[in-house]
């Protein structure tokens, strides 16, 4: 659970610009009303740990609202179950991301994900997993999409075990732009 707002990103398919049912799972693209909600989120302390310091509402609406019908964007979500938000979640294509990201990728079909639960009430329950392998599996639906990876800090366990649930599996440490990440990789089956 690293945050990062690649500069040139794309998710490949139209999925990402509307609202997908998945399973259990709604996820709702994030719009300006949500941001509030995003905001009040990052300043909690479960997720800051791990996320970094809260952007601004300007950033947030900078990163996620005023380029999101642009073709090359992050894709940002809320994530929803029975009605009830629980997280945010965003994807991007890893190759060209820019700003030191990634940059020997030539897997046109990768893609890269980056979420938190909002409660920490919920975590270490399976929900993050549960949220995770939804969002995969809608993500895995564009035949475009070969390979989906995650970077979460080598020292954030709990994130590990939850990627690794979710049917990761580790690639190895690399350093990245945030400083050092381990980098996680889930292929179509």
Excluded at 39 to 46: A, C, E, T, V
Excluded at 96 to 111: F, I, M
Excluded at 151 to 161: F, G, L, Q, S
Aim: net charge negative; hydrophobic share 40%.
């Amino acid at each position: 659970m690293a945050k990062r707002t690649p500069a040139a990103a794309n998710d490949g398919g139209e999925v990402a610009r509307e609202c997908v049912d998945a399973g259990r799972f709604h996820f709702k693209p994030l719009t300006e009303d949500d941001l509030p909600i995003v905001r009040g989120w990052l300043l909690r302390p479960h997720v800051a740990e791990w996320w970094g310091p809260a952007e601004s509402m300007d950033e947030l609406r900078e990163a996620y609202v005023t380029h999101a019908d642009e073709a090359r964007a992050t894709r940002a979500y809320l994530a929803h179950d029975a009605g009830r938000p629980i997280g945010f979640i965003q994807c991007y294509a890893v190759m060209g991301s820019g700003d030191g990201w990634w940059e020997d990728e030539t897997d046109s079909g990768a893609r890269g994900i980056d979420q938190f639960l909002a409660e920490a009430d919920d975590l270490g329950k399976g929900l993050g997993r549960s949220m995770i392998r939804s969002f995969v599996a809608m993500l895995f639906r564009d035949p475009s999409v070969s390979v989906v990876q995650t970077d979460p800090d080598p020292d954030n366990v709990r994130a590990i075990r939850c990627y690794r649930a979710a049917g990761f599996l580790p690639v190895g440490v690399v350093e990245t732009p945030d400083g050092p990440a381990l980098l996680l990789k889930q292929a179509r089956r």
